[in-house]
């Protein structure tokens, strides 16, 4: 028997539809619950719409150029160095990838990582390497902080990419939290995994990917340890992918060879974006366990968009004061989409 629930449940609602000289008209849309967290969303596909023609105009990429302080010019006078008993260096490097403190923090471990010295990269050119390379020089820096202060052990690796996500500069770049205690979202995972332990003597995570791939209908597949699938009650408008890293309770368990297959896998996820002209998401990965209550590392990403004409914010007071989110995909339809560019063979870039 099913020990998780996947709670949907069918609304329907009617008006007179003035596109049809009034005639009466019934809609259908879902209200969903994450089993985990409770996180309830509402799945409208007939609110679906295409990107296509709302793409940032190349002027606008060219204008944000100008000053930007992570260009290579302008990044080594611009941002700011650690303090010389945490990193003597100032910045930490790895490949092009530059690790520095954040100007404006609001943890007191936060960081950026510069993932490259292009200005802009289209989200199907990110390369592997500039992926690995800004994960893994993220993960030295957050075992730094692990051997000095081993109880802040709650970090997440973060990526707004493009405005529309809440990126504030185009130039590609990721931010490192670390803290002692977990974020409320990851707070949530945590209270939920402890009660399905005590509930049902096992652990959730493992329980969800095997039944997950069992069902088929919302899992992507793997990259070495690492699973991609789509959740079930999604955080984004435009759904939401989860990815599990098995066996890996911690980031600092994770070796080059996960971060390779989690660069693997983005970069087939980006593929899909680009093809549907979605070209902005956040990204969060988590790590962090409660005591006796052990977790995966595991990471959410959203695609996020503007709606045309007015480039509409996809947040609306719903999910800013309500906590639900309004989905325009049915998960099972995005999964059917995005498999294609999961199984593709082609040699990756
Ligand atoms: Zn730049």
Known sequence: MSKIEFYQKEV?????????????????????????????????????RKQSEHETPLEVLEASRKDCPFCPDKIF????????????????????????????????????????DEHVIPLDCISKEILRDGFLVAQEGIEKVRLKEPALQYCSINWNYFPQSGGGLF?????????????????????????????????????????EIQIGKRYLGKQGKIHFLIAFSPRGVLGEIVVLFSERGLMSDLIMDDWEDLSQGLIKIFRF????????????IFSGNDEGVPSWV????????????????????????????????????????????????????
């Not at 974006?273 to 969060?284: D, H, P, R, T």
Request: hydrophobic letters at 35%; glycine letters at 4%.
């Open 171 to 211: 130039h590609p770049h990721i931010q490192v939290v670390i803290e002692g205690s977990p974020t409320s979202s990851h707070q949530k995972v945590l209270e939920g995994l402890r009660k399905y332990r005590k509930e049902r003597g096992s652990f959730f995570w493992e329980d969800y990917l095997l039944e």
């Open 12 to 48: 329907k609602t009617w008006f007179l539809d003035p596109k049809d000289s009034f005639m009466e008209k019934e809609l259908q849309f879902e209200l969903r619950k994450d089993f985990l967290t409770g996180h309830v969303s509402r799945i409208l596909p007939f609110r679906r």
């Open 273 to 284: 974006f680009k093809s549907q002209s979605i070209e902005s998401f956040n990204l969060a």
């Open 298 to 349: 595991y990471a959410r990403l959203c695609p996020r968009m503007y709606f045309p004409p007015w480039s509409t914010s996809d947040i609306n007071y719903f999910e800013k004061l309500h906590d639900e989110v309004i989905c325009g995909v049915t998960p099972e339809e995005l999964c059917k989409e995005l498999q294609p560019f999961f199984h593709e063979n082609k040699d990756l870039i």
């Open 77 to 116: 006078g611009l941002t700011p160095k650690f303090v010389s008993d945490f990193a003597p260096e100032g910045r930490i490097r790895r490949g092009k990838a530059v690790l520095f403190p954040n100007s404006f923090p609001y943890s007191r471990y936060n960081w950026v990582v510069v993932l490259s």
